[in-house]
Nanobody, 126 residues
Framework: QVQLVESGGGLVQAGGSLRLSCAAS????????LGWFRQAPGEGREFVAA????????YYSDSVGGRFTISRENGKKTMYLQMNNLHPADTAVYHC???????????????????WGQGIQVTVSS
């Protein structure tokens, strides 16, 4: 059974940085895609970034491109989201997710991911 556990969230001032980690277990993750989504209060789940586990191809939403960097360490089965120049609008619960690369959905769609972490709070104060 695939399990995903996020860590690294917290409270930071605007302009600051945080690094989120997602520890994955339960599979080799070959031919998987892993992603980060976020959900602010009263809002739907929003795509943030994704990475193809084997080849390392990355995707970003327009709202975080240039500020956030997604990466992974295959040996540790851990994915990261380095978040720089944080804005109050980045405040949300951040979830990591994993799914197989095959299928009709793009990496930005929640439907592309079968497994989800419980989420971790990121709060950016102004």
């Amino acid at each position: 059974q695939v399990q995903l556990v996020e860590s690294g969230g917290g409270l930071v001032q605007a302009g600051g940085s945080l690094r989120l980690s997602c520890a994955a277990s339960g599979d080799t993750f070959t031919n998987y895609r892993l992603g980060w989504f976020r959900q602010a209060p009263g809002e739907g789940r929003e795509f943030v970034a994704a990475i193809r586990w084997t080849e390392g191809t990355t995707y970003y939403s327009d709202s975080v491109g240039g500020r956030f960097t997604i990466s992974r360490e295959n040996g540790k089965k851990t994915m990261y989201l380095q978040m720089n120049n944080l804005h109050p609008a980045d405040t949300a619960v951040y979830h990591c997710a994993a799914g197989w690369q095959s299928g009709v959905y793009t990496d930005t769609a929640t439907e592309a991911y079968r497994y989800w972490g419980q989420g971790i709070q990121v709060t950016v104060s102004s």
